[in-house]
Nanobody, 115 residues
Framework: LELVESGGNLVQPGGSLTLSCVAS????????IGWFRQAPGKEREGISC????????YFTDDVKGRFTISRDIGKNTVYLKMDNLKPGDTAVYYC?????????WGQGTQVTVSS
């Protein structure tokens, strides 16, 4: 099993980015994927999740209305589209799943929001 994130970049406040998480070794038909982020000096926090089957989604209040999560099962990829980015969104973003009873993380992708 491998999760690989990409799409992080430097962006100005108010800008947009779309992150990708490609999952190898599992099917998104059966496993939920979550997005977490960790800002410097802070704990890692969960911000969004897309579940299996009906693809139900979840967002924390901090990103609700600005971030969108979606998935392409054929590409085994989950996307996190981030709009109206703020400096407080600066963090390393990780995708996560539970497989075989264990949590699995990607390597992370850096998002920096700054003018």
């Amino acid at each position: 099993l491998e999760l690989v994130e990409s799409g992080g970049n430097l962006v100005q406040p108010g800008g947009s980015l779309t992150l990708s998480c490609v999952a190898s070794g599992l099917s998104l038909d059966y496993y939920a994927i979550g997005w977490f982020r960790q800002a410097p000096g802070k704990e890692r926090e969960g911000i969004s999740c897309i579940s299996t089957a009906n693809g139900s989604i979840y967002f924390t209040d901090d990103v609700k209305g600005r971030f969108t999560i979606s998935r392409d099962i054929g590409k085994n990829t989950v996307y996190l589209k981030m709009d109206n980015l703020k400096p407080g969104d600066t963090a390393v973003y990780y995708c996560f799943t539970v497989w075989g009873g264990l949590g699995h993380w990607g390597q992370g992708t850096q998002v920096t929001v700054s003018s």
